[in-house]
């Protein structure tokens, strides 16, 4: 069982950035990939963004391309999110999740471990 706990979240401006978090604890971290996800309230959880394992692959949804970045450090058994030019619409709780399989994998019920999320408010 792979323990994560998400950081980084908080209140930002229109057009500004931050970098989200995900530090896992417990199994080897490196034979996951890993997802992040968001919710916002009254919305069902949506996919962001996916790492393979050693970070060959990575997959963003449609609406944060070019915006977002996901990375990993499996020496530091952390993945990150790298999140410019927000907008309003990406205010939601920012959840990371781990699954044995392809990082290719959008859908919640495909992973596997989540975290507890981070807050991410972006103010107009």
């Known amino acids: 069982q792979v323990q994560l706990v998400e950081s980084g979240g908080g209140l930002v401006q229109t057009g500004g950035s931050l970098r989200l978090s995900c530090a896992a604890s417990?199994?080897?971290?490196?034979?996951?990939?890993v997802g992040w996800f968001r919710q916002a309230p009254g919305k069902e959880r949506e996919f962001v963004a996916s790492i393979s394992r050693q970070s060959g692959g990575t997959y963003l949804a449609d609406s944060v391309k070019g915006r977002f970045t996901i990375s990993r450090d499996n020496a530091k058994n952390t993945v990150y999110l790298q999140m410019n030019s927000l907008k309003p619409g990406d205010t939601a709780v920012y959840y990371c999740?781990?699954?044995?399989?392809?990082?290719?994998?959008?859908?919640?019920?495909?992973?596997?471990?989540w975290g507890q999320g981070t807050q991410v408010t972006v103010s107009s």
């Open positions: 999740a781990t699954r044995g399989g392809s990082y290719f994998a959008t859908t919640p019920s495909d992973y596997d471990n």
């Open positions: 417990g199994r080897t971290f490196s034979g996951y990939a």
